[in-house]
Protein backbone atom coordinates (compact mmCIF):
# COMPACT_ATOMS: atom_id res chain seq x y z
CA UNK A 1 0.00 0.00 0.00
CA UNK A 2 1.35 3.24 -0.65
CA UNK A 3 2.49 5.51 2.35
CA UNK A 4 0.50 8.70 2.39
CA UNK A 5 1.94 11.13 5.18
CA UNK A 6 4.05 13.67 6.20
CA UNK A 7 7.56 12.52 5.72
CA UNK A 8 9.18 11.98 9.16
CA UNK A 9 11.82 14.66 11.11
CA UNK A 10 15.04 13.21 9.72
CA UNK A 11 13.61 13.93 5.95
CA UNK A 12 14.19 16.85 3.97
CA UNK A 13 11.79 19.58 3.45
CA UNK A 14 10.04 18.28 0.00
CA UNK A 15 6.94 17.65 -2.01
CA UNK A 16 6.83 13.88 -1.62
CA UNK A 17 5.22 11.11 -3.44
CA UNK A 18 4.77 7.18 -2.68
CA UNK A 19 6.10 4.59 -5.45
CA UNK A 20 6.03 1.15 -4.97
CA UNK A 21 8.38 -0.91 -6.15
CA UNK A 22 6.85 -1.69 -9.17
CA UNK A 23 6.42 1.97 -10.24
CA UNK A 24 2.76 2.06 -8.94
CA UNK A 25 2.24 6.03 -7.68
CA UNK A 26 -0.01 7.32 -4.86
CA UNK A 27 -0.99 10.50 -4.11
CA UNK A 28 1.06 14.06 -3.55
CA UNK A 29 2.16 14.46 0.25
CA UNK A 30 3.49 18.20 0.36
CA UNK A 31 4.48 18.98 3.54
CA UNK A 32 4.58 22.04 4.10
CA UNK A 33 5.25 22.52 7.62
CA UNK A 34 9.30 21.24 7.24
CA UNK A 35 11.57 24.24 7.35
CA UNK A 36 14.99 23.10 6.09
CA UNK A 37 17.18 20.35 5.00
CA UNK A 38 18.63 17.93 6.83
CA UNK A 39 21.75 17.70 5.23
CA UNK A 40 21.82 21.59 5.77
CA UNK A 41 24.27 22.24 8.50
CA UNK A 42 23.17 26.25 8.97
CA UNK A 43 19.22 25.38 9.37
CA UNK A 44 17.45 23.99 12.05
CA UNK A 45 15.31 21.08 11.41
CA UNK A 46 11.92 22.34 12.52
CA UNK A 47 8.90 19.69 11.76
CA UNK A 48 5.31 19.54 13.15
CA UNK A 49 3.56 16.57 11.80
CA UNK A 50 -0.05 17.81 13.23
CA UNK A 51 -0.02 20.65 10.90
CA UNK A 52 0.66 20.05 7.18
CA UNK A 53 -1.19 20.62 4.18
CA UNK A 54 -1.46 17.67 1.71
CA UNK A 55 -2.32 18.33 -2.09
CA UNK A 56 -3.19 15.35 -4.18
CA UNK A 57 -2.52 15.38 -8.09
CA UNK A 58 -4.31 13.14 -9.24
CA UNK A 59 -2.77 12.90 -13.24
CA UNK A 60 -4.57 13.25 -16.45
CA UNK A 61 -5.96 16.57 -18.55
CA UNK A 62 -9.63 14.97 -17.59
CA UNK A 63 -9.60 16.01 -14.12
CA UNK A 64 -8.80 19.17 -11.95
CA UNK A 65 -5.12 18.68 -11.23
CA UNK A 66 -5.12 19.95 -7.74
CA UNK A 67 -7.16 19.22 -4.21
CA UNK A 68 -6.19 21.26 -1.47
CA UNK A 69 -6.98 19.51 2.23
CA UNK A 70 -5.47 21.06 5.71
CA UNK A 71 -4.88 19.29 8.95
CA UNK A 72 -5.68 21.28 11.65
CA UNK A 73 -6.31 24.86 9.88
CA UNK A 74 -9.48 26.90 10.14
CA UNK A 75 -11.55 25.31 8.33
CA UNK A 76 -12.79 28.12 6.20
CA UNK A 77 -9.41 28.83 5.23
CA UNK A 78 -9.12 25.61 4.05
CA UNK A 79 -12.27 25.51 1.75
CA UNK A 80 -11.08 29.13 0.57
CA UNK A 81 -7.65 27.82 -0.24
CA UNK A 82 -8.86 24.90 -2.00
CA UNK A 83 -11.27 27.27 -4.14
CA UNK A 84 -8.45 29.76 -5.24
CA UNK A 85 -6.27 26.51 -6.21
CA UNK A 86 -8.62 25.08 -8.11
CA UNK A 87 -10.77 27.93 -9.18
CA UNK A 88 -6.92 29.16 -11.35
CA UNK A 89 -6.75 25.88 -13.05
CA UNK A 90 -9.89 24.70 -14.16
CA UNK A 91 -11.34 23.45 -17.28
CA UNK A 92 -8.33 21.87 -18.72
CA UNK A 93 -9.46 18.72 -20.31
CA UNK A 94 -9.10 17.18 -23.66
CA UNK A 95 -11.44 19.37 -25.14
CA UNK A 96 -9.39 22.39 -24.02
CA UNK A 97 -6.54 21.41 -26.47
CA UNK A 98 -8.16 21.54 -29.47
CA UNK A 99 -7.13 25.09 -30.42
CA UNK A 100 -4.19 24.24 -29.29
CA UNK A 101 -3.96 20.87 -31.90
CA UNK A 102 -4.78 23.31 -34.55
CA UNK A 103 -1.42 25.37 -33.66
CA UNK A 104 0.73 21.95 -33.73
CA UNK A 105 -0.65 21.03 -37.01
CA UNK A 106 0.84 24.28 -38.37
CA UNK A 107 4.09 23.61 -35.96
CA UNK A 108 4.24 20.10 -37.49
CA UNK A 109 3.73 21.35 -41.10
CA UNK A 110 6.78 23.29 -41.58
CA UNK A 111 9.99 22.10 -43.32
CA UNK A 112 11.68 18.99 -42.25
CA UNK A 113 13.95 19.30 -39.41
CA UNK A 114 17.74 18.89 -39.82
CA UNK A 115 20.11 16.75 -38.59
CA UNK A 116 21.12 19.07 -35.93
CA UNK A 117 17.42 19.59 -34.87
CA UNK A 118 16.71 16.06 -34.31
CA UNK A 119 20.15 15.73 -32.13
CA UNK A 120 18.84 19.15 -30.09
CA UNK A 121 15.47 17.60 -29.61
CA UNK A 122 17.40 14.34 -28.50
CA UNK A 123 19.24 16.32 -25.93
CA UNK A 124 16.20 18.18 -24.62
CA UNK A 125 14.30 14.99 -24.71
CA UNK A 126 16.78 13.24 -22.35
CA UNK A 127 17.39 16.09 -19.98
CA UNK A 128 13.64 15.83 -19.20
CA UNK A 129 13.01 14.83 -15.48
CA UNK A 130 10.30 13.05 -14.44
CA UNK A 131 7.88 13.33 -10.76
CA UNK A 132 6.17 10.13 -10.40
CA UNK A 133 6.06 9.46 -13.67
CA UNK A 134 4.77 12.84 -14.81
CA UNK A 135 7.49 15.83 -16.51
CA UNK A 136 7.94 18.50 -14.60
CA UNK A 137 11.22 20.30 -16.19
CA UNK A 138 14.58 19.86 -17.64
CA UNK A 139 18.09 19.72 -15.82
CA UNK A 140 20.37 22.41 -16.18
CA UNK A 141 22.89 20.55 -18.15
CA UNK A 142 23.37 16.51 -18.92
CA UNK A 143 26.74 15.63 -20.04
CA UNK A 144 27.25 11.70 -19.50
CA UNK A 145 30.58 12.73 -19.11
CA UNK A 146 30.31 14.93 -16.06
CA UNK A 147 31.25 13.24 -12.68
CA UNK A 148 30.31 16.58 -10.62
CA UNK A 149 27.63 17.82 -11.74
CA UNK A 150 26.74 20.49 -8.68
CA UNK A 151 24.01 21.60 -8.92
CA UNK A 152 23.39 21.64 -12.86
CA UNK A 153 21.62 17.97 -12.18
CA UNK A 154 18.33 20.60 -11.09
CA UNK A 155 15.84 22.20 -12.37
CA UNK A 156 16.11 26.20 -12.64
CA UNK A 157 13.36 28.31 -13.02
CA UNK A 158 14.97 30.46 -15.18
CA UNK A 159 17.15 28.00 -17.08
CA UNK A 160 13.31 25.84 -18.13
CA UNK A 161 11.94 28.85 -19.97
CA UNK A 162 13.71 28.61 -22.96
CA UNK A 163 13.09 24.39 -22.79
CA UNK A 164 8.97 25.04 -21.68
CA UNK A 165 8.96 27.48 -25.19
CA UNK A 166 10.20 24.40 -26.78
CA UNK A 167 7.68 21.91 -25.65
CA UNK A 168 5.17 24.60 -26.18
CA UNK A 169 5.65 25.46 -29.84
CA UNK A 170 6.05 21.85 -30.84
CA UNK A 171 2.60 21.29 -28.92
CA UNK A 172 3.91 19.56 -25.43
CA UNK A 173 2.65 21.26 -22.83
CA UNK A 174 1.88 19.10 -20.25
CA UNK A 175 5.72 19.50 -18.94
CA UNK A 176 4.64 23.01 -18.67
CA UNK A 177 1.84 22.84 -16.40
CA UNK A 178 3.20 20.37 -14.55
CA UNK A 179 6.22 22.41 -13.74
CA UNK A 180 3.86 25.79 -12.97
CA UNK A 181 1.60 23.80 -10.78
CA UNK A 182 4.43 22.29 -8.83
CA UNK A 183 6.69 25.46 -8.38
CA UNK A 184 3.29 27.77 -7.32
CA UNK A 185 3.50 25.42 -4.92
CA UNK A 186 6.87 25.52 -4.26
CA UNK A 187 6.65 28.90 -3.49
CA UNK A 188 4.82 28.85 0.04
CA UNK A 189 7.51 27.54 2.06
CA UNK A 190 9.30 28.68 4.59
CA UNK A 191 13.12 28.24 4.22
CA UNK A 192 15.78 29.50 6.65
CA UNK A 193 19.04 30.80 5.39
CA UNK A 194 21.09 30.47 8.37
CA UNK A 195 18.98 33.37 11.08
CA UNK A 196 17.35 34.60 8.22
CA UNK A 197 13.44 33.65 6.30
CA UNK A 198 12.96 34.81 2.83
CA UNK A 199 9.91 36.75 2.62
CA UNK A 200 6.63 34.49 1.81
CA UNK A 201 5.50 33.82 -1.74
CA UNK A 202 9.68 33.29 -3.04
CA UNK A 203 10.09 31.87 -5.61
CA UNK A 204 13.07 29.28 -5.18
CA UNK A 205 15.98 28.98 -7.81
CA UNK A 206 15.43 25.55 -8.94
CA UNK A 207 14.54 22.15 -7.07
CA UNK A 208 15.73 18.50 -7.57
CA UNK A 209 13.50 15.25 -7.58
CA UNK A 210 15.14 13.02 -4.58
CA UNK A 211 14.54 9.34 -3.84
CA UNK A 212 14.28 8.29 0.02
CA UNK A 213 14.13 4.62 0.75
CA UNK A 214 11.11 3.85 3.03
CA UNK A 215 10.34 0.30 4.37
CA UNK A 216 10.70 -2.78 2.05
CA UNK A 217 10.67 -2.37 -1.57
CA UNK A 218 8.79 1.33 -0.90
CA UNK A 219 10.70 4.51 -2.20
CA UNK A 220 9.30 8.10 -1.80
CA UNK A 221 9.83 10.78 -4.99
CA UNK A 222 10.58 14.64 -3.19
CA UNK A 223 10.59 17.20 -4.24
CA UNK A 224 13.54 19.68 -3.16
CA UNK A 225 13.50 23.21 -3.38
CA UNK A 226 16.49 25.50 -3.17
CA UNK A 227 15.69 29.30 -2.27
CA UNK A 228 19.95 30.01 -2.61
CA UNK A 229 20.60 28.62 0.54
CA UNK A 230 23.12 26.30 -1.43
CA UNK A 231 24.10 28.49 -3.98
CA UNK A 232 27.44 30.31 -4.28
CA UNK A 233 27.69 33.68 -1.97
CA UNK A 234 23.91 32.36 -1.06
CA UNK A 235 22.40 34.26 -3.44
CA UNK A 236 18.61 34.73 -3.36
CA UNK A 237 16.55 33.86 -6.69
CA UNK A 238 15.32 37.42 -7.20
CA UNK A 239 14.15 36.99 -10.55
CA UNK A 240 12.63 33.22 -10.60
CA UNK A 241 9.46 34.43 -9.70
CA UNK A 242 9.06 37.15 -13.07
CA UNK A 243 10.15 34.32 -15.49
CA UNK A 244 7.51 32.51 -13.77
CA UNK A 245 4.48 34.65 -14.13
CA UNK A 246 6.24 36.03 -18.13
CA UNK A 247 6.43 32.10 -18.57
CA UNK A 248 2.56 31.35 -16.86
CA UNK A 249 1.62 34.18 -19.27
CA UNK A 250 2.97 32.41 -22.77
CA UNK A 251 1.37 29.28 -21.28
CA UNK A 252 -1.95 31.28 -21.80
CA UNK A 253 -1.33 32.50 -24.98
CA UNK A 254 0.03 29.28 -26.89
CA UNK A 255 -2.48 26.78 -25.10
CA UNK A 256 -5.32 29.66 -24.22
CA UNK A 257 -5.77 29.12 -20.97
CA UNK A 258 -5.55 30.43 -17.66
CA UNK A 259 -3.59 29.03 -14.13
CA UNK A 260 -3.76 30.56 -11.12
CA UNK A 261 21.29 43.37 -6.13
CA UNK A 262 22.79 46.65 -5.62
CA UNK A 263 21.12 49.65 -7.18
CA UNK A 264 18.52 49.10 -10.12
CA UNK A 265 19.70 46.53 -12.63
CA UNK A 266 17.84 46.86 -16.00
CA UNK A 267 17.30 43.19 -16.80
CA UNK A 268 15.33 43.17 -12.93
CA UNK A 269 13.72 46.40 -14.18
CA UNK A 270 12.23 44.80 -17.90
CA UNK A 271 11.37 41.33 -16.35
CA UNK A 272 9.13 43.08 -13.95
CA UNK A 273 7.52 45.05 -16.37
CA UNK A 274 7.02 42.16 -18.42
CA UNK A 275 5.95 40.65 -15.07
CA UNK A 276 3.47 43.33 -14.61
CA UNK A 277 2.36 43.70 -18.30
CA UNK A 278 1.71 39.72 -18.29
CA UNK A 279 -0.40 39.80 -14.60
CA UNK A 280 -2.69 42.57 -15.60
CA UNK A 281 -3.47 40.10 -18.83
CA UNK A 282 -4.64 37.43 -16.42
CA UNK A 283 -6.47 39.38 -13.91
CA UNK A 284 -9.90 37.53 -13.54
CA UNK A 285 -12.74 39.32 -14.16
CA UNK A 286 -15.04 37.99 -11.56
CA UNK A 287 -14.92 41.12 -9.08
CA UNK A 288 -14.94 44.49 -11.34
CA UNK A 289 -13.83 46.36 -8.35
CA UNK A 290 -11.31 44.45 -7.11
CA UNK A 291 -10.03 43.71 -10.75
CA UNK A 292 -10.33 47.39 -11.38
CA UNK A 293 -8.59 48.59 -8.15
CA UNK A 294 -5.79 45.65 -9.17
CA UNK A 295 -5.38 47.23 -13.27
CA UNK A 296 -5.15 50.45 -11.58
CA UNK A 297 -2.68 50.14 -9.75
CA UNK A 298 -0.10 48.28 -12.14
CA UNK A 299 -1.08 50.70 -15.13
CA UNK A 300 0.09 53.11 -12.43
CA UNK A 301 3.44 51.33 -11.93
CA UNK A 302 4.08 50.26 -15.70
CA UNK A 303 3.34 54.38 -16.28
CA UNK A 304 6.21 54.99 -13.47
CA UNK A 305 8.60 52.47 -14.85
CA UNK A 306 8.16 53.19 -18.70
CA UNK A 307 8.75 56.77 -17.98
CA UNK A 308 11.94 56.44 -15.81
CA UNK A 309 13.59 53.78 -18.34
CA UNK A 310 12.91 55.58 -20.93
CA UNK A 311 14.02 59.46 -19.84
CA UNK A 312 17.01 57.90 -17.37
CA UNK A 313 18.49 54.58 -18.39
CA UNK A 314 18.42 55.74 -22.50
CA UNK A 315 21.79 56.51 -24.18
CA UNK A 316 22.70 57.62 -27.96
CA UNK A 317 25.25 60.19 -28.81
CA UNK A 318 23.26 62.79 -28.11
CA UNK A 319 22.66 61.79 -24.45
CA UNK A 320 26.24 61.19 -24.30
CA UNK A 321 26.89 64.61 -25.16
CA UNK A 322 24.51 65.79 -22.40
CA UNK A 323 25.75 64.08 -20.05
CA UNK A 324 29.18 64.98 -20.77
CA UNK A 325 28.35 69.06 -20.14
CA UNK A 326 26.05 68.33 -16.98
CA UNK A 327 26.75 70.71 -14.28
CA UNK A 328 27.25 68.89 -10.74
CA UNK A 329 25.83 69.18 -7.71
CA UNK A 330 22.58 71.05 -8.69
CA UNK A 331 20.20 71.85 -5.89
CA UNK A 332 17.07 72.75 -7.74
CA UNK A 333 13.70 71.21 -8.47
CA UNK A 334 14.54 72.01 -12.28
CA UNK A 335 17.85 70.57 -12.07
CA UNK A 336 19.27 68.68 -15.35
CA UNK A 337 21.68 66.60 -13.47
CA UNK A 338 19.31 64.67 -11.06
CA UNK A 339 20.99 61.75 -10.07
CA UNK A 340 24.08 63.68 -9.76
CA UNK A 341 26.02 62.08 -12.66
CA UNK A 342 29.91 63.18 -12.80
CA UNK A 343 30.95 63.38 -16.70
CA UNK A 344 34.22 61.75 -16.03
CA UNK A 345 32.51 58.63 -14.98
CA UNK A 346 31.49 57.95 -19.06
CA UNK A 347 33.97 55.85 -20.19
CA UNK A 348 36.43 56.13 -22.68
CA UNK A 349 35.31 53.32 -25.16
CA UNK A 350 31.92 54.78 -25.37
CA UNK A 351 31.79 57.73 -27.22
CA UNK A 352 33.89 55.87 -29.74
CA UNK A 353 31.62 52.49 -30.00
CA UNK A 354 28.29 53.88 -29.78
CA UNK A 355 27.11 54.64 -33.97
CA UNK A 356 25.22 57.43 -34.63
CA UNK A 357 22.13 56.05 -35.37
CA UNK A 358 21.86 53.84 -32.66
CA UNK A 359 21.20 53.84 -28.83
CA UNK A 360 20.64 51.10 -25.60
CA UNK A 361 19.74 51.22 -22.01
CA UNK A 362 22.57 51.27 -19.85
CA UNK A 363 22.81 48.64 -17.24
CA UNK A 364 22.50 50.02 -14.22
CA UNK A 365 21.65 53.70 -12.58
CA UNK A 366 21.26 55.10 -8.96
CA UNK A 367 22.55 58.51 -7.41
CA UNK A 368 26.18 59.17 -8.46
CA UNK A 369 26.48 56.13 -10.46
CA UNK A 370 25.62 54.67 -14.29
CA UNK A 371 26.83 51.65 -15.52
CA UNK A 372 27.01 52.31 -19.14
CA UNK A 373 27.94 48.56 -19.93
CA UNK A 374 25.70 47.44 -22.64
CA UNK A 375 22.99 44.14 -21.30
CA UNK A 376 21.88 42.48 -23.51
CA UNK A 377 18.84 40.57 -21.62
CA UNK A 378 17.63 43.73 -19.98
CA UNK A 379 17.84 45.20 -23.38
CA UNK A 380 16.22 42.51 -25.38
CA UNK A 381 12.78 42.50 -22.72
CA UNK A 382 12.79 45.95 -23.13
CA UNK A 383 12.21 45.36 -26.84
CA UNK A 384 10.12 42.12 -26.25
CA UNK A 385 7.97 44.28 -23.81
CA UNK A 386 7.97 47.66 -25.01
CA UNK A 387 9.46 49.21 -22.30
CA UNK A 388 11.02 51.25 -24.94
CA UNK A 389 9.85 53.78 -26.84
CA UNK A 390 8.99 52.23 -30.66
CA UNK A 391 12.32 54.44 -31.54
CA UNK A 392 14.44 53.42 -29.18
CA UNK A 393 13.63 50.02 -29.78
CA UNK A 394 14.94 50.37 -33.09
CA UNK A 395 18.05 52.45 -32.37
CA UNK A 396 18.62 49.19 -29.90
CA UNK A 397 18.82 46.67 -32.66
CA UNK A 398 21.12 49.41 -35.13
CA UNK A 399 23.07 49.38 -32.59
CA UNK A 400 23.16 45.63 -32.47
CA UNK A 401 23.71 45.50 -36.31
CA UNK A 402 26.53 48.01 -36.47
CA UNK A 403 28.25 46.19 -33.30
CA UNK A 404 27.97 42.65 -34.87
CA UNK A 405 31.46 41.76 -34.15
CA UNK A 406 31.62 43.01 -30.53
CA UNK A 407 28.20 41.23 -29.16
CA UNK A 408 28.06 38.51 -31.56
CA UNK A 409 31.78 37.46 -32.47
CA UNK A 410 31.97 33.78 -33.21
CA UNK A 411 29.38 32.75 -31.40
CA UNK A 412 26.14 35.16 -30.69
CA UNK A 413 25.13 36.60 -27.75
CA UNK A 414 27.47 38.54 -25.69
CA UNK A 415 25.87 38.68 -21.86
CA UNK A 416 27.32 42.37 -21.58
CA UNK A 417 29.87 44.45 -23.78
CA UNK A 418 32.37 45.39 -22.54
CA UNK A 419 34.13 43.04 -19.81
CA UNK A 420 35.40 44.64 -16.58
CA UNK A 421 39.37 44.57 -16.70
CA UNK A 422 42.05 44.72 -14.15
CA UNK A 423 41.04 47.10 -11.26
CA UNK A 424 37.31 47.32 -12.05
CA UNK A 425 37.50 43.45 -12.20
CA UNK A 426 39.24 42.78 -9.25
CA UNK A 427 37.33 45.55 -6.84
CA UNK A 428 33.26 45.01 -8.49
CA UNK A 429 34.06 40.78 -8.75
CA UNK A 430 35.84 40.65 -5.76
CA UNK A 431 39.09 38.60 -8.62
CA UNK A 432 36.79 36.30 -9.20
CA UNK A 433 38.60 33.59 -11.19
CA UNK A 434 35.22 32.18 -12.83
CA UNK A 435 34.30 35.62 -14.05
CA UNK A 436 37.41 36.93 -15.42
CA UNK A 437 37.63 39.25 -18.42
CA UNK A 438 35.41 38.21 -21.12
CA UNK A 439 34.19 34.47 -19.43
CA UNK A 440 31.17 33.44 -17.65
CA UNK A 441 28.91 36.58 -16.25
CA UNK A 442 31.94 38.80 -17.62
CA UNK A 443 31.48 39.61 -21.01
CA UNK A 444 31.11 35.75 -21.97
CA UNK A 445 28.76 34.87 -25.16
CA UNK A 446 25.50 32.52 -24.52
CA UNK A 447 23.45 30.79 -27.02
CA UNK A 448 20.54 30.99 -24.64
CA UNK A 449 20.28 34.48 -25.65
CA UNK A 450 19.35 33.53 -29.20
CA UNK A 451 15.41 33.03 -28.43
CA UNK A 452 15.19 36.06 -26.71
CA UNK A 453 16.86 38.37 -29.05
CA UNK A 454 14.98 36.22 -32.67
CA UNK A 455 11.60 37.67 -30.32
CA UNK A 456 12.74 40.79 -30.72
CA UNK A 457 14.01 40.70 -34.23
CA UNK A 458 10.44 39.67 -35.16
CA UNK A 459 8.87 41.86 -33.29
CA UNK A 460 10.36 44.91 -34.82
CA UNK A 461 10.37 43.32 -38.15
CA UNK A 462 13.92 42.47 -38.69
CA UNK A 463 14.02 38.79 -38.54
CA UNK A 464 16.84 38.66 -41.24
CA UNK A 465 19.44 39.47 -38.29
CA UNK A 466 17.63 36.61 -36.00
CA UNK A 467 18.32 34.22 -39.15
CA UNK A 468 22.43 35.63 -39.03
CA UNK A 469 22.70 34.92 -35.92
CA UNK A 470 21.10 31.58 -35.57
CA UNK A 471 23.31 30.22 -39.03
CA UNK A 472 26.65 31.34 -37.22
CA UNK A 473 25.49 29.70 -34.02
CA UNK A 474 23.89 26.52 -36.11
CA UNK A 475 27.54 26.05 -37.41
CA UNK A 476 29.38 25.34 -34.01
CA UNK A 477 26.96 24.01 -31.34
CA UNK A 478 26.55 20.72 -32.17
CA UNK A 479 30.29 20.22 -33.36
CA UNK A 480 31.22 21.99 -29.84
CA UNK A 481 28.52 19.65 -27.90
CA UNK A 482 26.03 22.29 -27.28
CA UNK A 483 28.33 24.44 -23.93
CA UNK A 484 27.07 26.59 -21.37
CA UNK A 485 29.05 29.43 -22.64
CA UNK A 486 31.90 30.74 -24.48
CA UNK A 487 34.89 33.19 -24.00
CA UNK A 488 36.96 35.42 -25.20
CA UNK A 489 36.50 38.85 -26.74
CA UNK A 490 34.87 37.19 -29.74
CA UNK A 491 33.38 33.76 -28.32
CA UNK A 492 36.46 31.91 -30.13
CA UNK A 493 36.66 29.09 -27.24
CA UNK A 494 34.21 27.24 -25.19
CA UNK A 495 34.10 28.44 -21.33
CA UNK A 496 36.59 27.25 -19.10
CA UNK A 497 34.22 26.23 -16.59
CA UNK A 498 31.01 25.57 -19.17
CA UNK A 499 29.05 22.74 -18.73
CA UNK A 500 28.48 20.49 -22.35
CA UNK A 501 25.30 19.46 -23.68
CA UNK A 502 23.63 22.59 -21.74
CA UNK A 503 19.41 22.49 -21.58
CA UNK A 504 18.95 25.94 -22.07
CA UNK A 505 21.70 26.40 -25.01
CA UNK A 506 19.96 23.54 -26.62
CA UNK A 507 16.56 24.59 -26.16
CA UNK A 508 17.31 28.60 -26.70
CA UNK A 509 18.28 27.46 -30.50
CA UNK A 510 15.36 24.83 -31.07
CA UNK A 511 12.91 28.17 -29.80
CA UNK A 512 14.80 30.16 -32.35
CA UNK A 513 14.10 27.78 -35.21
CA UNK A 514 10.62 27.21 -34.73
CA UNK A 515 9.76 31.10 -33.83
CA UNK A 516 11.12 32.05 -37.39
CA UNK A 517 9.31 29.51 -38.73
CA UNK A 518 6.02 30.72 -36.95
CA UNK A 519 5.69 34.22 -36.90
CA UNK A 520 2.15 33.95 -35.64
CA UNK A 521 3.28 32.02 -32.41
CA UNK A 522 6.23 34.69 -32.07
CA UNK A 523 3.09 37.22 -32.27
CA UNK A 524 1.65 36.00 -28.86
CA UNK A 525 5.43 35.99 -27.09
CA UNK A 526 5.64 39.84 -26.88
CA UNK A 527 3.79 43.06 -26.53
CA UNK A 528 2.92 46.30 -28.46
CA UNK A 529 3.33 49.76 -27.35
CA UNK A 530 0.20 50.67 -24.49
CA UNK A 531 -0.97 53.40 -25.76
CA UNK A 532 -3.31 53.75 -22.38
CA UNK A 533 -0.15 54.54 -20.37
CA UNK A 534 0.51 57.28 -21.94
CA UNK A 535 -1.43 60.21 -19.88
CA UNK A 536 -2.25 63.13 -22.28
CA UNK A 537 -4.57 65.57 -21.75
CA UNK A 538 -5.88 66.38 -25.24
CA UNK A 539 -8.37 68.67 -25.98
CA UNK A 540 -9.64 69.06 -29.85
CA UNK A 541 -11.22 71.63 -31.44
CA UNK A 542 -11.92 72.16 -35.61
CA UNK A 543 -8.50 71.41 -37.11
CA UNK A 544 -5.96 71.99 -34.20
CA UNK A 545 -4.99 69.57 -31.51
CA UNK A 546 -4.15 71.50 -28.51
CA UNK A 547 -2.01 69.35 -26.01
CA UNK A 548 -0.89 69.86 -22.70
CA UNK A 549 1.37 67.49 -21.35
CA UNK A 550 2.48 67.19 -17.58
CA UNK A 551 6.04 65.65 -16.87
CA UNK A 552 6.97 64.41 -13.20
CA UNK A 553 10.08 63.51 -11.13
CA UNK A 554 9.50 59.88 -11.68
CA UNK A 555 5.91 58.89 -13.30
CA UNK A 556 4.35 60.78 -16.75
CA UNK A 557 1.00 60.69 -15.87
CA UNK A 558 -1.63 60.03 -18.81
CA UNK A 559 -5.24 59.84 -18.46
CA UNK A 560 -6.95 57.69 -20.91
CA UNK A 561 -7.41 58.72 -24.28
CA UNK A 562 -11.25 58.41 -25.88
CA UNK A 563 -11.51 60.59 -28.63
CA UNK A 564 -12.69 59.25 -31.29
CA UNK A 565 -10.49 59.43 -34.42
CA UNK A 566 -7.15 59.78 -32.85
CA UNK A 567 -5.28 57.39 -34.60
CA UNK A 568 -2.08 55.17 -32.72
CA UNK A 569 0.24 56.71 -35.14
CA UNK A 570 -0.76 60.36 -34.09
CA UNK A 571 -0.32 59.18 -30.15
CA UNK A 572 2.90 57.77 -31.10
CA UNK A 573 4.63 60.72 -32.65
CA UNK A 574 2.82 62.81 -29.84
CA UNK A 575 5.02 60.16 -27.55
CA UNK A 576 8.18 60.86 -29.49
CA UNK A 577 8.44 64.72 -29.42
CA UNK A 578 11.41 66.28 -28.05
CA UNK A 579 11.67 66.93 -24.20
CA UNK A 580 12.55 70.13 -24.10
CA UNK A 581 8.62 70.42 -25.40
CA UNK A 582 7.04 69.27 -22.60
CA UNK A 583 6.82 72.17 -20.17
CA UNK A 584 4.07 74.48 -22.47
CA UNK A 585 1.21 74.20 -24.35
CA UNK A 586 1.29 74.35 -27.80
CA UNK A 587 -0.45 73.93 -30.88
CA UNK A 588 -0.18 71.04 -33.61
CA UNK A 589 -1.41 70.94 -37.11
CA UNK A 590 -4.33 67.70 -37.51
CA UNK A 591 -3.26 67.02 -40.97
Known amino acids: MPFCGPTSAGQPEVFSRTVNGDGACGGVNIVASVASRSYSSSVETRVNENNFERICVQGGMNVKPLVVERTNR ?23 LKGLNEVVEVVKAGKEESDIEREAWRIL ?5 TYCGNPVGTVAANDPAEKLPLNYDQVFIRDFVPSALAFLLKGEAEIVRN ?11 EKTVDC ?8 PASFKVRTVPLDENKYEEVLDPDFGESAIGRVAPVDSGLWWIILLHAYGKVTDR ?8 LEIQALFYSALRCSREMLSVDDIVISENLVRAINNRLSALSFHIREYYWVDMKKINEIYRYKTEEYSTDATNKFNIYPDQIPHWLADWIPEKGGYLIGNLQPAHMDFRFFTLGNLWSIVSSLGTPKQNEATLNLIEAKWDDLMGHMPLKICYPALEFTDWSIITGSDPKNTPWSYHNGGSWPTLLWQFTLACMKMGRPELARKALDMAENRL ?18 KQARLYQTWSVAGFLTSKMLLENPEMASLLFWDEDYELLELKLELTMKTLVLTASWEFDSFLISRIRFKGVSKAGLRFIW ?6 SSSVFELKWL
Open 74 to 96: DETIGINEESRVEGCVENVSCEN
Open 125 to 129: QKAVV
Open 179 to 189: FLLHTLQLQSW
Open 196 to 203: YSPGQGLM
Open 258 to 265: RMGIHGHP
Open 478 to 495: SKDHWPEYYDTRNGKFIG
Open 576 to 581: EMPREC
